[in-house]
Every structure is written in C-alpha cells, then in structure tokens.
C-alpha cells in the first residue's frame, strides 16, 4: 500500500461521515421544524451544538488535511477546477459552522433556558438554522459532485451542476423553512 492510497481513504472515509451527517441531520432537522413538540427541537439543538464540535469540525479538518498531501502525491494541480471547488466547499461549510451553526445552536439553547423552550424566539431560531443546514449541506453535495465528475472550466456542464445542486439545496431548505412556519405554529 502506498501513501496515496492511505491519502484517498481517509480522504473519503472523513468526507463521507461529514456529508452522510449533513444528510441525517437535515432529514430530522425536517422532522424537528415541523414537530410542535419544544422540548424535542431543544433537544436537536443541544445535539446539533455537541456534534458541531466532536463529529462535523473533526471530519471537516480531516478532510482537509488528507486532503493537501492526496492532490499533491496524485500529481493533480491545486488549480484543477474541481479540486478549487472541493477547497472552497470544505472552507465555506467550516465557516458556516464555526460563523452560523456553532453561535446559533447554543444561541438557540441559552435562549430556550431563558424563555422556554416554546417560545417563538427559540423556534424561529432553530427554524433557520435548519433552513442553513440545508445550504452547507448543498455545499458539501456539490463538492462530491465535483470530486466524482472532475470538471474543467470546459465543462460547463458539470460545472454547472456542480453549482447548481448548492443552490437547488439552499431553496429547498428555504421552502422547507416556510411550509414549516405555515404548517405548524409556536405552541403558546
């Protein structure tokens, strides 16, 4: 087995935790922001805050790290485009949960303990983060497109795909957010 070798699994093995709990999290963040239960949406965001530290910061950064020594032993160039758009996926979706994610749930969590947790503060809260769960998980599914199609800036094509699938997940989390606070209002 050569280095190469070990650089691609753990490469992919780190992206497909971090993706494939991007997926779930969204899927029950859907269950969450339509559930008129408070208590269970505090619950989310408490889990959401605690997995942001000990699962999606670990995969992300080793992602990244297998990352660097994987395009420079397989004598790709940092400037193929794919390869600049898996960069900018891995370091726009860390900086959404350190910028976003992070300060929110705990946001959402102190202001749970202060109001309750059925106040409508704290759901609007959880519902737009649930709503930008949506756009970092776009983020990283665009970025798997990219890594599996390889384009080039002559692919327009794929690129555009590749563009295309964080903005189709940025508006269906958006969608999703508001058939949400049309179908199920604050528990009083």
Known sequence: ??????????????????????????????????????????????????????????????????????????????????????????????????AVFGPGWAAAARLAAAEGAASPEVRTRVERLLAFGWVDLGLLLGAVWAMAAKPSGDDTGAVAIAIAIPVAASVLGVAMRRAASLRVQPAR
Do not use: C, N
């Open 1 to 98: 087995m050569e280095a190469y070798d070990v650089y691609v699994s753990v490469h992919v093995a780190a992206a497909a935790v971090w993706v494939g709990s991007a997926f779930l999290q969204a899927l029950l963040g859907l269950r969450i922001g339509l559930a008129p239960d408070a208590e269970r949406q505090l619950g989310f965001a408490r889990d959401a805050e605690w997995l942001g530290m000990r699962l999606y910061l670990p995969a992300s950064l080793v992602t990244l790290v297998f990352g660097i020594p994987l395009v420079q032993k397989s004598g790709w160039g940092f400037s193929e485009l794919w390869i600049v758009f898996g960069f900018a996926a891995i370091g726009l979706s860390t900086l959404i949960g350190m």
